[in-house]
């Protein structure tokens, strides 16, 4: 079994009595040692009932329709010392910072592409792109009001980005019920473990989206879009508007009157000032994206030129957490800020490049192979965890259009002890922080832990049977 980086304990295979724990989590495995497996049992199907009453479920494309999965929780935290979280929201800070000012740029003055850092095709050949957004005046000049950042730890314990996620991240309400779940199950590990709260994250979401109302709005009214219940995230749609005390809304329930964003109320039209859209930017207007949707707001984007209407996240965000653009941001951070990126990317191949295709084929059965407009783990092969077969199928695919595709190493990613059918083994894990750019940068101290319940599975995405952790981040 390949040797990894162990969040619990300093042995890199497994969780054993005598291994030797790591400070952070020695109270937390001291209180675990002390438990029956009877009680973990019991307490571990009153969290499922609990979640399955509550409805927090995900909606499964692909299989049956209407299917929903309840998203496997495990008990066992993910643990993080204040100062490997400090050295992390420098690093997060810092690139969402130059990501924003990435955005800005190319729908303005494109001056990183005169540099010659990123070639203009890797831009305007983007399926993110939008012309219709080039000049546009935004709020603040903020793009990615929420960026969710996925975050992975391999070699000695190094934290690397794996993705930046920019359109319409989710995960967030996960990780509030999450906490929620393990202060209910467990309270005593919370009177004991000095646990930084992560529960003020809607008010901070709030108060960042009135920072960027219209120019001129001083009580903004805000309200969340869906594209509906048959989402598979609409749980957190529903979830997020409802801490925020604002409404949810589909395109249906909004209208553009007079060059203004109205809300139908049973009182009449309401002003809508701000929308935090869940809903990709394709289908936010038919006047000017595709016409065959239903679930936009017709004249949306006229009001939204004229600067009458503030769009979280900004129409063209896409652009930027492209996966062909993701190889760049180290050198975004350099050009805008004229700092050292504080974290890492994974080394990338980019197989559009002559050399690096070459070296991609010569390696696939080593490499991680993704495409550039991938997400939710589809489209993708672990070399490694892969036949003969699909190495070979997934050749042809790249041959045939290898500007579609970008390759990693495999990295050997942290697990965390994680209960699984035979007791407590270790599971790979990463790691989604959620940024909020507004007037300031903010974050709470946390983030979604997503792990790969299959044993030595590398895929965490819950579409892909991945569960999820509570992410405790220390005080101390």
């Not at 295709?357 to 489209?379: I, Q, R, S, W």
Request: charged residues 25%.
């Amino acid at each position: 079994m390949a040797k990894f980086f162990n969040e619990m304990t300093a042995d890199g295979l497994a969780h054993h009595a005598s291994a030797e724990v790591r400070e952070h989590y020695r109270e937390f495995c001291g209180w675990l040692q002390r438990q029956s497996p009877e009680t973990i049992e019991r307490k571990r199907a009153e969290a499922d009932l609990t979640f399955r009453r509550v409805g927090i479920t995900f909606a499964v494309y692909g299989d049956d329709a209407g299917t929903e999965r309840l998203i496997p929780f495990d008990t066992i935290p993910r643990i993080i010392p204040a100062g490997e979280w400090k050295q992390l929201q420098a690093g997060l800070v810092q690139r969402v910072q130059a990501l924003n000012m990435f955005i800005h740029d190319i729908y303005h003055d494109q001056n990183i592409i005169k540099a010659g850092i990123i070639p203009a095709e890797q831009i305007y050949k983007n399926a993110q792109y939008r012309p219709e957004m080039q000049g546009i005046k935004v709020a603040s000049d903020i793009y990615a009001h929420i960026a969710g950042v996925d975050i992975v730890r391999a070699g000695q314990g190094e934290f690397y980005v794996l993705e930046d996620n920019l359109r319409v991240p989710s995960g967030v309400s996960y990780m509030l019920e999450d906490r929620k779940m393990m202060m209910r199950l467990f309270p005593e590990l919370f009177a004991r473990n000095k646990i930084a709260p992560v529960d003020h994250y809607p008010d901070l979401l709030l108060d960042n989206l009135r920072s960027v109302a219209p120019m001129g709005i001083n009580d903004p009214t805000v309200v969340v879009m869906t594209p509906g219940m048959y989402n598979s995230a609409y749980f957190e749609h529903a979830f997020l508007a409802q801490q925020m005390g604002v409404e949810l809304v589909e395109g249906k329930d909004l209208f553009v009157s007079d060059n203004t964003v109205f809300m139908r109320t049973t009182r009449g039209p309401k002003r809508v000032d701000v929308i935090y859209r869940r809903l990709d930017d394709d289908f936010l207007d038919p006047l000017a994206f595709r016409p065959d949707s239903s679930l936009g707001v017709p004249g949306l984007l006229s009001v939204y030129r004229a600067g009458r209407v503030t769009l979280a996240n900004a129409i063209g965000t896409g652009v930027a957490d492209d996966k062909s653009i993701y190889p760049f941001v180290p050198d975004m951070i350099k050009f805008y800020l004229s700092e050292a990126p504080v974290l890492n990317n994974v080394p990338t191949y980019q197989c559009r490049k002559k050399e690096d295709l070459a070296y991609t084929l010569a390696n696939l059965p080593d490499l991680v192979v993704k495409e550039v407009h991938g997400a939710g783990g589809y489209g993708m092969l672990v070399g490694p965890a892969s036949t003969k077969q699909q190495i070979e199928d997934f050749r042809q695919r790249l041959i045939a259009k290898p500007d579609g595709y970008i390759a990693q190493p495999t990295l050997a990613l942290s697990a965390c002890p994680t209960y699984v059918e035979n007791g407590i083994a270790p599971r790979h894990i990463d790691l989604r922080p959620f940024v909020l750019s507004g007037k300031t940068i903010s974050m709470v101290p946390g983030g979604l832990t997503r792990v790969a319940l299959q044993e030595g599975s590398l895929v965490v995405n819950s579409s892909q049977g991945g569960g999820t952790k509570d992410t405790w981040i220390l005080e101390r």
